[in-house]
Each structure stands twice: as structure tokens, then as C-alpha cells.
């Protein structure tokens, strides 16, 4: 068995950050039935990855990124899916007012690097986007910068 999402266009996930922050949405998950924290992700709209991030941060976060840069690919199941999700970290020069799709997205949140990692070693972060994208900006050095500013 094997499927296909967004007509094999890549899904994006993208790591906010904005004065030594990081942005986690709330969303009610209906496969694993419960709520959780993570970052702004979603299927593909475009079949240019960058420009779907950016549809997405607008709609979750209220306000396009001042810049975007790629940190790497994930394949979410390789074994059933026949996917792939581009990751990015979006740089805010401020920090939004707020999300603009309220259906989608419940609450957001801008927490400091220390807060995340105490959230994930507690288990209350266990999205697997929110996971690997973390793991691509430490691997491109960038998890050290937000450190700094926490």
C-alpha cells in the first residue's frame, strides 16, 4: 500500500522564530485524537514549496516571514506515504499579532529555546515535524543563536 498526498507536492514545516522565540500553534490533531503544540506546517498549495510556507505562516501565524530559508526534507512514513515535507525557519523581525485562521489554529504561542526543550523532554512536544525541524536548524548551527537570546 502506498499513498500519495497533495498530489506528491511536498507538505512544508516551518520553525518561527523571532527575538530568541519559537512559534507553536495549537491544533486539535484528529488521527491521534488530542491537542498538541507544534509548529506551523500544511499540505502542499503550490508546487513551489517556499511559497506554500509562506501561505501557511500568513494563514497560522497572521503575517509572511521577513525571510525563509530551507534546513532540509523529511519523509514522514516512508513506509505508507509517498511524501515528502520540506522544512524552513521563518525569520520575524516582530513577533505577530496573532493567526488569522482561527478554525485551524486555536492559540499560539512564542516560547524560548530553553521552554521548548524543557516541553519536549517532558513529552508535551511530540510532533514529529516539530521534532525534525528542530533537529535540521541544530545540524545548520541555528539552534545556538536562539540559545543566546533566551
Not at 498538541?36 to 514549496?49: F, L, M, N, S
Not at 523529511?74 to 511524501?83: D, E, F, K, Q
Request: hydrophobic share 40%.
Amino acid at each position: 500500500m502506498r499513498i500519495v498526498e497533495s498530489e506528491g507536492r511536498p507538505g512544508v514545516a516551518m520553525l518561527a522564530v523571532c527575538e530568541g522565540k519559537v512559534a507553536l500553534v495549537h491544533v486539535y490533531r484528529y488521527p491521534v485524537t488530542s491537542w498538541e503544540w507544534a509548529i506551523p506546517r500544511g499540505y502542499a498549495h503550490y508546487d513551489d514549496a517556499s511559497r506554500s510556507a509562506r501561505t501557511e505562516l500568513t494563514e497560522e501565524l497572521g503575517q509572511e516571514p521577513n525571510e525563509l530559508a530551507s534546513i532540509g526534507t523529511v519523509t514522514p512514513n516512508s513506509g505508507v506515504l509517498a511524501s515528502h515535507v520540506e522544512l524552513f525557519v521563518a525569520y520575524y523581525s516582530t513577533i505577530p499579532s496573532g493567526q488569522a485562521d482561527h478554525y485551524e489554529v486555536t492559540n499560539v504561542k512564542w516560547i524560548n529555546i530553553r521552554t521548548l526543550y524543557n516541553e519536549i523532554a517532558r513529552g508535551q512536544i511530540k510532533d514529529a515535524f516539530t521534532l525534525s525541524a528542530i533537529a535540521c536548524a541544530q545540524a545548520h548551527g541555528l539552534m545556538a543563536g536562539l540559545a543566546d537570546n533566551a
